[in-house]
């Protein structure tokens, strides 16, 4: 029955709307059956990522990191393993285009990123027995401590979008996504206009030689 009406909908497009039978069956399978999908999808990620992420940010704590990172690792690995079955029925084409796996698998990538990262520098600390703050027991620690910001910037925006696209299930905050998204995706032009002046008048500054201090 699934496979049936997505063929249909595939081959008719917008004109389905003009048959109301087909119309009336396709919502009824989405409030009965995509929609709890959806929902049980969001709540694995809650638990089994957004939560224990969030844990092992702000634990100091070895073993509770250890294990909260395992919960997000299993995450992880499952929308792997769902990316890899869309792929194998859609082709790369259409996985290119679907916003949402672009999004589980840039989170991915840099959440593994960020555990690697994080286990080598946990077992330098082990080595070197250490007693030092983390940006002080680093070859380079300002470089390691970019790293380790610009990651966890990358994977809260990554996080946040997920979040904000797993709300489109429900009617009410799904109209409130495309305001966001409208909004967000109207600022690109004047965004991209900011950031060429900024970088206009730091680079005339850099010409002028200017000596601006940060007490000035």
């Not at 990620?45 to 100091?60: E, G, H, K």
């Not at 082990?126 to 027991?137: C, G, H, I, K």
């Not at 401590?145 to 990554?158: E, G, K, M």
């Amino acid at each position: 029955m699934h496979y049936i009406v997505y063929r249909i909908a595939r081959k008719y497009g917008n004109k389905i709307e003009q048959f109301d039978t087909l119309r009336a069956i396709i919502d009824y399978q989405f409030l009965h059956s995509t929609k709890k999908i959806f929902q049980v999808r969001f709540v694995n990620f809650c638990f089994f990522f957004l939560i224990p992420f969030l844990i092992q940010l702000f634990s100091a704590g070895q073993t509770l990191g250890y294990l909260m990172n395992f919960c997000c690792m299993t995450q992880v690995i499952a929308t792997l393993w769902h990316i890899r079955q869309y792929y194998s029925v859609e082709g790369m084409r259409k996985l290119s285009r679907k916003t949402s796996s672009i999004i589980d698998f840039a989170l991915a990538v840099s959440y593994i990123t960020y555990l690697v990262m994080r286990i080598n520098h946990n077992a330098e600390r082990s080595t070197n027995r250490s007693t030092l703050p983390d940006a002080e027991n680093t070859t380079d620690p300002s470089v390691n401590l970019a790293f380790s910001i610009l990651l966890n910037l990358a994977i809260s925006v990554l996080v946040s979008i997920k979040v904000m696209i797993a709300l489109k299930v429900d009617e009410e905050y799904g109209l409130l996504w495309q305001l966001v998204y409208k909004c967000l995706f109207e600022m690109w032009p004047f965004s991209v206009f900011l950031v060429i002046w900024l970088l206009f008048f730091a680079v005339l500054y850099k010409i002028l030689g200017s000596q601006a201090s940060a007490a000035q």
